[in-house]
T-cell receptor, first 114, second 110 residues
Framework: EPEVTQTPSHQVTQMGQEVILRCVPISNHLYFYWYRQILGQKVEFLVSFYNNEISEKSEIFDDQFSVERPDGSNFTLKIRSTKLEDSAMYFC????????????FGPGTRLTVL | KQEVTQIPAALSVPEGENLVLNCSFTDSAIYNLQWFRQDPGKGLTSLLLIQSSQREQTSGRLNASLDKSSGRSTLYIAASQPGDSATYLCAVRPGYMLTFGGGTRLMVKP
């Protein structure tokens, strides 16, 4: 059964550094999402992406964040200048349809900012 | 703003017991509701999806119901097993995004 994959599984970085989190969605998915979960807190929506454009974003997704689908298979989340409060588990998700279909999640990348 | 609440936050039951997890949401304008399982330090595994027009969905020992007008969903787990121990999350979909509850941490004791 196809799965969403994410790399790396764990990323440690220094405050102020740029990080890129990578995701390979399921091949027939059209809509892509990033969520994050700070330890002990709820899973929070960051951004949704369709047809090479951001379709919705949350207040968390400020100018320090960006997403792209550089080669038609990978889906990346970039944080330009990491802060301590960016430490969290970041999940990529995808769905094959708009609004009505299941979202399937990857295993996550644990980001630790020191 | 949509708020999703799950009660109880934690639950411990003996193996074999049937149990119900509760989820409530404040805005009934949703496309669907999805239940997930999350093991410690792991990703989210989708268990069931209920469309807004549906009342319930079943998968094996799991049955989820949805009462959109009252903003409630329940996840029923029959004949619980130690392998069911995990955190169960519900999430509603008002738009592109999912809005999650805080989860119910379930422990099934052998």
């Amino acid at each position: 059964e196809p799965e969403v994959t994410q790399t790396p599984s764990h990323q440690v970085t220094q405050m102020g550094q740029e990080v890129i989190l990578r995701c390979v969605p399921i091949s027939n998915h059209l809509y892509f999402y990033w969520y994050r979960q700070i330890l002990g807190q709820k899973v929070e929506f960051l951004v949704s992406f369709y047809n090479n454009e951001i379709s919705e974003k949350s207040e968390i997704f400020d100018d320090q964040f960006s997403v792209e689908r550089p080669d038609g298979s990978n889906f990346t989340l970039k944080i330009r200048s990491t802060k301590l409060e960016d430490s969290a588990m970041y999940f990529c998700a995808g769905t094959s349809g708009e609004g009505y279909n299941e979202q399937f999640f990857g295993p996550g990348t644990r980001l630790t900012v020191l | 703003k949509q708020e999703v609440t799950q009660i109880p936050a934690a639950l411990s039951v003996p193996e074999g017991e049937n149990l119900v997890l509760n989820c409530s949401f404040t805005d009934s304008a949703i496309y669907n509701l999805q239940w997930f399982r999350q093991d410690p330090g792991k990703g989210l595994t989708s268990l069931l999806l209920i469309q807004s027009s549906q009342r319930e969905q079943t998968s094996g020992r799991l049955n989820a119901s949805l009462d959109k007008s009252s903003g409630r969903s329940t996840l029923y787990i029959a004949a619980s097993q130690p392998g069911d121990s995990a955190t169960y999350l519900c999430a509603v979909r008002p738009g592109y995004m999912l809005t999650f509850g805080g989860g119910t941490r379930l422990m099934v004791k052998p």
